[in-house]
T-cell receptor, first 111, second 114 residues
Framework: NAGVTQTPKFRVLKTGQSMTLLCAQD?????MYWYRQDPGMGLRLIHY???????AKGEVPDGYNVSRLKKQNFLLGLESAAPSQTSVYFC??????????FGPGTRLTVT | LAKTTQPISMDSYEGQEVNITCSHN???????ITWYQQFPSQGPRFIIQ???TKVTNEVASLFIPADRKSSTLSLPRVSLSDTAVYYC???????????????FGTGTQLKVEL
């Protein structure tokens, strides 16, 4: 039982490049989330999903897209990276009861 | 969305009890109060959740007064390893909204010293 895993752990992009962050969970959770965390700040919700095939916008969705084709995976895409998207990205999943389980994070730098 | 207010930082010594208070004046009837802990370079980790009165688990207690406009996380006998950022969140527990109302503030940086 690995919990929530994120791929990759680190990435450096140039402005305008695209990439996809992968989040996988093996707990059969319905809900999944993508957050970003900037230095000295709390987490801000980018997008979330309440089940396979569903996605919804969170607090800061602009510049990101997501997909939930399989229940265990939640992908976060950056179509044209900008320096403002330099951040640490956390994925989380939850069942219908209580807590969110977070992944280890992906540190992204856009130059 | 219910906004939360916490102290930016707190200092303590090993073996002491630490109480971190969170204000949430516009908490809604359906909202629960949840606390998370975050160490550097790690994702947040769930500590405790409650709706009213007192909740206790193996690591902490959560005190919620009758008006629910504030809550206090109590950490008994802290150690150096409790040095972390603690977030108070207020939101819907788990309906079809998927928890989209969960908002992380800047949290409270707890520093525990010898």
């Amino acid at each position: 039982n690995a919990g929530v895993t994120q791929t990759p752990k680190f990435r450096v992009l140039k402005t305008g490049q695209s990439m996809t962050l992968l989040c996988a969970q093996d707990m059969n959770h319905e809900y999944m989330y993508w957050y970003r965390q900037d230095p000295g700040m709390g987490l801000r919700l980018i997008h979330y999903s309440v089940g396979e095939g569903t996605t919804a916008k969170g607090e800061v969705p602009d510049g990101y897209n997501v997909s939930r084709l399989k229940k265990q995976n939640f992908l976060l895409g950056l179509e044209s990276a900008a320096p403002s998207q330099t951040s640490v990205y956390f994925c989380a999943s939850r069942d219908s009861v209580k807590e969110q389980y977070f992944g280890p994070g992906t540190r992204l730098t856009v130059t | 969305l219910a906004k939360t207010t916490q102290p930016i930082s707190m200092d303590s010594y090993e073996g002491q009890e630490v109480n971190i208070t969170c204000s949430h004046n516009n908490i809604a009837t359906n909202d629960y109060i949840t606390w998370y802990q975050q160490f550097p370079s790690q994702g947040p980790r769930f500590i405790i959740q409650g709706y009213k009165t007192k909740v206790t688990n193996e690591v902490a207690s959560l005190f919620i007064p009758a008006d629910r406009k504030s809550s206090t996380l109590s950490l008994p006998r802290v150690s150096l390893s409790d040095t972390a950022v603690y977030y108070c969140l207020v939101g819907d527990k788990g309906l079809t909204g998927g928890g989209n109302k969960l908002t992380f503030g800047t949290g409270t940086q707890l520093k525990v010293e010898l």
